[in-house]
């Protein structure tokens, strides 16, 4: 593996994942002053776009900027946006953002109800997780959780096999939580299993990481692009918790052609949407349904098919645990969004009477 970068040559838009519906987006808006491009890079506040021109600094329009009212507004990675440049300055202004075709966000830390954008229109994500002490089925599930109302499509990585540790039981583990995803076990360090990765990367493909801290995302970067690009951190031997090594999010051309989106590790994922849970646990879903009573609490209801499943091994409990804990979780954020809406438009209704009664009258 290199120290250096190589040459980078030329993208196409196509390589880039140019296509339908962004091109009658962009067309939809008829300046012809403006080009498409995508965002690849994002660091506090300012942006590198990609497009004809080559790779150039953004800025945000005023106009832009003035019609965001939540983070989301604003470009994240993998954004398709029309832009002017000013090829001649290494710059450009950033005009709009077309219609994301997909995305993965999270809510923000903290008590705001508010939406932080991970990256944007992705095909695949990879779940990174691995075989040390670091590895939580529960945790895959909830970045499943968290895929699902992304629309990408997810693949979980059993990172870490080169530890020598028997990789059944954990496989075993996460077939149970993600039934119909595809699992693999590799090793970023050596390369085994790598392969199984190929099909994901192909030109005009866009493949987002996530995972938390020290299961070896920025290695398995490396390995794939086949240079050092990311610095690698040792875990704690203590807890085998990681310290980051990328700080920052950047789409990264890989040799097959297609784009890598590596992402900082998150201490904390709090769901956004609501669908993705259902979706993950559709197997309770099923079950839910065949209950006898359909206001059935799944406790000690007569007649519950979640209690009998539950009892005869065909659903393990702390999967069914973590599902009620999740849907509690997205069902207490939608409340909250709701209320924080309701909050909002009050005051925009007190702003407006305001300005209504300090305008002079004839």
């Given at each position: 593996m290199t120290q250096g970068p190589p040459q980078t040559p030329s993208v196409s838009l196509e390589e880039l994942g140019w296509g339908e519906p962004f091109r009658s987006s962009f067309e939809a808006r008829g300046i012809k002053s403006e080009i498409p491009a995508r965002v690849v890079e994002e660091q506090r506040g300012s942006y590198i776009v990609y497009g004809g021109q080559g790779e150039l600094l953004a800025s945000i329009s005023?106009?832009?900027?003035h019609h965001a009212r939540h983070r989301a507004d604003f470009p994240t990675v993998g954004d398709w946006a029309a832009i002017t440049a000013r090829p001649l300055e290494g710059k450009a202004t950033l005009e709009a953002i077309l219609p994301r075709r997909s995305k993965l966000s999270r809510k923000t830390s903290g008590q705001q109800s508010d939406e932080q954008l991970i990256a944007a229109n992705l095909d695949t994500v990879f779940v990174v997780t691995s075989l040390n002490k670091e590895f939580s089925a529960r945790r895959v599930e909830r970045y499943l959780s968290l895929i699902a109302d992304s629309h990408a499509r997810p693949v979980v990585l059993l990172n870490k096999t080169d530890l020598g540790t028997d990789p059944s039981a954990a496989l075993k583990a996460l077939e149970s939580v993600a039934p119909g995803v595809h699992v693999l076990p590799v090793s970023a360090l050596?390369?085994?299993?790598?392969?199984?990765l190929s099909p994901y990367l192909n030109k005009g493909e866009t493949v987002a990481l996530i995972g938390s801290s020290g299961v070896g995302k920025s290695t398995l970067l490396n390995r794939l692009i086949g240079w050092n690009r990311q610095a690698v951190r040792k875990v704690r031997s203590a807890d085998d918790s990681g310290r980051h090594a990328t700080t920052f999010r950047r789409m990264i051309r890989l040799p097959p052609g297609g784009f890598l989106i590596d992402t900082p590790g998150m201490r904390e994922l709090q769901l956004w949407e609501t669908q993705g849970v259902a979706d993950t646990f559709a197997d309770i879903a099923a079950l839910t349904n065949a209950c006898r009573f359909t206001t059935c609490q799944h406790?000690?209801?007569?007649?519950?098919?979640?209690?009998?499943?539950?009892a005869d091994g065909r659903l393990p409990l702390v999967r069914f645990q973590h599902y009620v804990r999740l849907l509690r979780e997205s069902e207490?954020?939608?409340?909250?969004?709701?209320?924080?809406?309701?909050?909002?438009?009050?005051?925009?209704?007190?702003?407006?009477?305001a300005a209504y009664r300090r305008e002079p009258r004839a």
């Open positions: 005023g106009k832009l900027r050596t390369g085994a299993g790598l392969e199984g406790h000690t209801d007569a007649g519950c098919a979640v209690q009998a499943a539950i207490s954020l939608t409340q909250k969004r709701e209320v924080d809406a309701r909050f909002k438009a009050n005051q925009k209704v007190k702003r407006a009477r």
